[in-house]
């Protein structure tokens, strides 16, 4: 992991609230997660970690505050921070009807890579993830894992410098999602920060070196896994969780 | 221009593996092309060419009705089937019901009677008029001479135009009579043959001209009017495409990948523009083929391309674009598939039927007159029609196609506001 003393993304100030509600799910939030980062966003289903994350890309706009990018404010006018972040939602995030190949030239030519960066990228990420032998074949025939694959290789196209991914390993098999942890490592390894949400916390503690824990709208606790473990005499992340959001049903 | 292209592409290889949107975008306007234009030409062909069957039952016994089927006959529009005299109105209209034909005609037996008493009446009252002595004993005459009987299936302009073709051959058979009892009274002796034949047969003609912008006079028929008219429909039935791809797109997961992209949502509906121009193009040149190389061998009129191909060119550009502005438009606005399928189609229909595609525009009644403008389909009909049936240039139709600009824009800067309202763009 290399970690570096800059700030890949900081939230300043930030106020949201939903549009038709009147109470604030967010109120002056403040966070910053450094660049070279594994960084796991978790929290009980909704908490607002989906929320935060689509502020954090841009996908919603808060009410007030900031969100900066690589030191790039993020807004909708100016798309060029836009190139410094890739995403991977927790939705299949491409054309059914359109092959793997044929939906990263897509998605890679919107990212704005060059023909030719995309041929070589393409090549490079269905080798990698094991789908070069199914390339031509519609995605839609695929299965849970393979759709899994392809929504984190178009996520990636661009090499972004940041990677948000929302419960990139959701439904898929061990082999999978072995398979993706690792390339995600790889990814960390070459520099890629990573901000990460999934409710699998065995996953987590893995993978990720920092986090946030997000409940009701606030931060309830931030830092490295390791030490808030310690502060918290707890042994594993799933005690952790318990530990500070409690046991009741939260949806 | 890359993001574009691959835009493009993405949207052109999405709609080649729609199979059911590629049927309802053509195969649906070809079968209505073809079908309609052929029921409308049967319809010609039947009052026209394929002569209607018509029962005749004469109960008179004088040479008068004898004439009068004659001249029926005569007029070309009828295949005569002449019944028993002893035949009851029950059995003709027994016969009609069991669809032996469409239209009856009882001759009653003092037929030949009656227009020979009226023939006398008008003879006398003529001779007198010439400062002649003529029969002053007038008598009362039927002036119901015929009962024609018809299935109700007869929609009422066939009726009148068989019933001017009935009158017609009526009137020959009056005319006849009172111009021989007229030069019988004058001269003594029978009118003589040819002079009866000049009198009653020698008919000016009446020359049909079609009103042309161009110069071109070519006779419009069946294709001429359906073509251009389901052409523009089919055009506008791409909303169900268009709009549905629109709203797939932002419901489905890809549209929040393409939000955190760096690319303005804005090449997405540009390509979806031209993707689906093109489309509407290859619809327009795919019907216009089929007037002018499958009408013929189905036996319906050929369609007549208009000489100027450019402007045809240009106006079904701007047709297409008209529509897919319409389905963009809706496509915006619609929240789910559903609305825009159902409010789509819908809503075409009723812009066709204003827009003066189902109905003529000015059979129209005048309350609905002011809507007609309303309906970019009609603007698209009156330019194709001024180019296929009046021969007209740019020049000509210039009028029906700044309407369909400014809707075009107005349609255009809607979508835009709603894209930004939506905060998509």
């Known amino acids: 992991m290399a970690v570096m003393d800059a700030l890949a993304v900081s939230v300043r100030n930030l106020d949201f609230h939903y549009p038709g509600s009147e109470v604030l799910l967010y109120h002056n939030l403040d966070m910053d997660i450094k660049a070279g980062e594994r960084f796991g966003l978790f929290g009980p289903n909704g908490a607002g970690k989906t929320t935060l994350m689509s502020l954090m890309t841009g996908l919603m706009e808060p009410d007030k505050g900031t969100v900066t990018i690589l030191g790039k404010e993020l807004n909708g006018k100016d798309k060029e921070v836009n190139k410094l972040f890739g995403f991977v939602p927790q939705d299949f995030s491409f054309y059914h009807e359109l092959s793997p190949v044929e939906n990263l030239e897509f998605f890679g030519a919107w990212a704005g890579l060059t023909k030719a960066q995309i041929n070589e990228r393409t090549a490079e990420l269905l080798e990698i993830l094991g789908l070069t032998d199914v390339r031509h074949k519609p995605v839609q025939k695929f299965s849970g894992g393979m759709k899994r694959r392809i929504n984190l290789a178009i996520g990636v196209i661009h090499q972004p410098k940041i990677l948000f991914l929302d419960e990139p390993t959701v439904g898929v098999d061990v082999q999978t999602r072995h398979a993706i942890i690792g390339y995600l490592e790889q990814l960390n390894s070459h520099g890629t920060t990573l901000v990460y949400t999934s409710h699998q916390l065995n996953e987590a503690e893995e993978l990720c070196h920092e986090m946030a824990l997000v409940d009701n709208g606030r931060i309830i606790a931030q830092g490295e896994i390791d030490k808030l473990l310690e502060q918290n005499h707890q042994t594993t992340l799933e005690g952790l969780f318990l530990n500070l959001t409690g046991r009741q049903y939260r949806d | ?425």
């Not at chain 2, 209505?32 to 209607?52: A, D, G, W, Y």
């Not at chain 2, 509407?280 to 369609?303: D, K």
């Not at chain 2, 029906?400 to 075009?408: A, K, R, S």
């Open chain 2, 1 to 425: 221009m890359y993001k574009l292209w691959a835009t493009i592409l993405k949207d052109l290889r999405i709609l080649l593996r729609d199979k059911v949107g590629l049927a309802l975008m053509f195969l649906m306007p070809v079968l209505l092309v073809v079908v309609v234009t052929s029921i409308q030409n049967s319809t010609f062909e039947l009052v026209n060419k394929n002569r209607l069957p018509i029962l005749i039952c004469n109960r008179d016994t004088g040479k008068l009705s004898k004439q009068f089927i004659e001249s029926v006959d005569k007029i070309g529009m009828f295949k005569l089937q002449e019944l028993d005299k002893s035949e009851t109105e029950q059995h003709l209209k027994g016969r009609m019901r069991n669809k032996n034909a469409l239209l009856g005609i009882i001759i009653p037996a003092d037929f030949s009677t009656n227009i020979s008493v009226k023939a006398k009446n008008v003879t006398s009252k003529a001779l007198k008029s010439f400062g002649l002595q003529g029969d002053s004993a007038g008598r009362k005459v039927n002036l119901n001479s015929l009962d024609l009987y018809y299935q109700p299936v007869l929609q009422e302009s066939y009726r009148v135009s068989i019933e001017g073709a009935l009158r017609s051959a009526l009137q020959i058979t009056e005319s006849r009579e009172t111009l021989r009892q007229l030069y019988f009274a004058i001269n003594e002796k029978p009118l003589p043959p040819a002079l009866e034949n000049e009198l009653l047969h020698n008919q000016s003609t009446i020359k049909e001209i079609p009103v042309a912008l161009g110069g071109v006079t070519n006779v419009p028929n069946a294709s001429q009017h359906n073509v251009p008219a389901w052409t523009i429909f089919a055009m506008f039935f791409i909303i169900i495409s268009l709009a549905g791809s629109i709203i797939r797109e932002k419901r489905s997961g890809s549209f929040i990948r393409l939000k955190t992209l760096p690319t303005n949502y804005l090449i997405a509906l540009i390509s979806k523009e031209i993707t689906y121009l093109v489309v509407t193009f290859l619809q327009a040149v795919v019907i216009f083929s089929i007037g002018l190389w499958l009408f013929p061998a189905l036996n319906l009129p050929q369609l007549n391309m208009p000489p100027n191909v450019g402007t045809l060119f240009f106006v079904t550009l701007i047709c297409g674009l008209s529509a897919v502005s319409y389905a963009i438009c809706l496509g915006v606005f619609a929240q789910t598939e559903e609305q825009a399928n159902g409010f789509g189609a819908i809503s075409i229909v009723i812009l066709a039927a204003i827009g003066g595609l189902m109905v003529p525009s000015f059979a129209m009644p005048g309350s609905f007159k002011p809507l007609i403008s309303i309906s970019p389909l009609h603007w698209c009909l009156e330019a194709y029609y001024g180019l296929f049936l009046e021969g007209g240039k740019l020049k000509d139709i210039i009028t029906d196609l700044i309407p369909l600009f400014v809707m075009i824009i107005v349609m255009q800067v809607i979508s835009y506001i709603g894209l930004k309202r939506k905060n998509l763009i």
